[in-house]
């Protein structure tokens, strides 16, 4: 069996000289492994898991996935292994179509000529019931809830059965409940199938309970703190400034110090907030 880290990134740079989007990236993420990425605004973190997945080519660097140096000819059949879900954006409720076709853009032969919808229905059917959306396999996606599109477009990513799976701020459109369930599932699919995961969120108190760890990313990875390790405060202040509101929060949250005990227990953020 193949022992080699899921994804190895070495000396990756992204963007001119003179305003790089990221630079120097090393990382190193095995099977089964849960990361979150967290930065500010125009961080790159976007950039940076579009590069692993093969969406875009590094200016520089070293990319290694599966045990196998990336490049443009065995690209896509590296991609094969991959799920990506990207960002929710808003022309996607009007696509005219039904539920499985949407799951079914996931699959990787889906655009080949001898492809057949009828030979993947069992994994389009897997893949909803995964996500508890397959009583509405035959509807309108275009009907369907906020929630209930984002949980049909990680159907679309899980379909293919990835080793890596890549999330680009997978929580929206979920309300509290949902986002809980979607951790959930996301740590049982690292626990019981060996998928490694990529998830670019902004809420470390929410996803804490469930991630292995959270990198710190503006321009270049600045902290990478796994269960049980705190962020330094200058982590914080690289990433967002000095305007920077640092609040405790407990131990079982990632990068936070647990709090004193004569205080409440809040949330680690930034004031100006993280989003992508």
């Not at 305003?19 to 950039?47: C, E, Q, R, Y």
């Not at 696509?95 to 032969?109: F, K, Q």
């Not at 949902?178 to 108190?205: F, K």
């Not at 469930?210 to 690289?238: K, T």
């Amino acid at each position: 069996m193949n022992k080699a880290p899921v994804i190895e990134l070495s000396h990756v740079s992204f963007g001119p000289k003179h305003a790089p989007i990221l630079k120097d990236i090393h990382l190193t993420l095995n099977a089964g492994h849960f990361m979150a990425i967290v930065g500010p605004n125009a961080a790159g973190k976007s950039t940076l898991i579009s590069i692993i997945a093969g969406l875009i080519t590094p200016a520089h660097g070293h990319i290694d996935l599966f045990g196998q140096c990336m490049n443009r000819f065995n690209k896509n059949r590296i991609r094969k292994h991959i799920g990506f879900l990207h960002q929710l954006h808003d022309h996607e409720p009007r696509l005219p179509m039904r539920v499985d076709e949407v799951v079914a853009m996931g699959l990787a032969e889906y655009a080949s000529p001898l492809w057949k919808p009828l030979g993947n229905r069992q994994a389009i059917e897997d893949a909803l019931r995964h996500v508890d959306m397959l009583e509405h396999i035959h509807r309108d996606f275009r009907q369907l809830s906020g929630g209930q599109r984002q949980r049909v477009r990680l159907a679309r990513a899980l379909v293919r059965k990835p080793r890596l799976l890549i999330l680009d701020e997978p929580a929206a459109a979920l309300d509290s409940k949902q986002q809980e369930a979607l951790y959930r599932q996301l740590r049982n699919l690292c626990d019981t199938q060996g998928t490694a995961i990529i998830m670019v969120e902004h809420d470390i108190a929410a996803i804490s309970d469930y991630v292995d760890s959270v990198a710190c990313l503006n321009q270049r990875i600045h902290h990478h703190a796994m269960r049980g390790e705190s962020i330094p405060d200058e982590v914080w202040q690289a990433m967002y400034g000095e305007h920077i509101n640092i609040m405790a929060h407990d131990k079982g949250c990632i990068g936070c110090h647990e709090p004193p005990k004569t205080t409440h227990s809040h949330a680690r953020h930034s004031e100006r907030g993280e989003s992508h």
